[in-house]
């Protein structure tokens, strides 16, 4: 496994952006996906956005798609997630996930979070309206 630390959360009015970043312990960093999830209160964590370990694979959900980008520095062990024209149902706490070592997966698996072997402790993001 190994150890995330997601930054970058806060509050910030409708509209407004921010930049969530996770880094990575370990040297294996660029040999795993890695992803974004969220869990709103009352509500099941769900898929955010994804990216293969060399950053020619990325997805989204379907209702950040044009205004999130997920991107990744495998120099700086550290994954981003630039999130813009943020809504109130953005709110949630965001967190990163990293899939097993070697796990070179390109595919629909990567929006699974079964697929994920090591989790960040997350990072609140409030959109106020």
């Known amino acids: 496994q190994v150890q995330l630390v997601e930054s970058g959360g806060g509050l910030v009015q409708a509209g407004g952006s921010l930049r969530l970043s996770c880094a990575a312990s370990?040297?294996?960093?660029?040999?795993?996906?890695m992803g974004w999830f969220r869990q709103a209160p009352g509500k099941e964590r769900e898929f955010v956005a994804t990216?293969?370990?060399?950053?020619?694979?990325?997805n989204y959900q379907d209702s950040v798609k044009g205004r999130c980008t997920i991107s990744r520095d495998n120099a700086k062990n550290t994954v981003y997630l630039q999130m813009n024209s943020l809504k109130p149902e953005d709110t949630a706490v965001y967190y990163c996930?990293?899939?097993?070592?070697?796990?070179?997966?390109?595919?629909?698996?990567?929006?699974?979070?079964?697929?994920?072997?090591?989790w960040g402790q997350g990072t609140q993001v409030t959109v106020s309206s």
């Open positions: 370990g040297r294996t960093f660029s040999r795993r996906g």
């Open positions: 996930a990293a899939t097993g070592d070697g796990l070179l997966y390109s595919d629909y698996r990567l929006r699974v979070p079964s697929t994920y072997t090591s």
């Open positions: 990216i293969n370990w060399s950053g020619g694979y990325r």
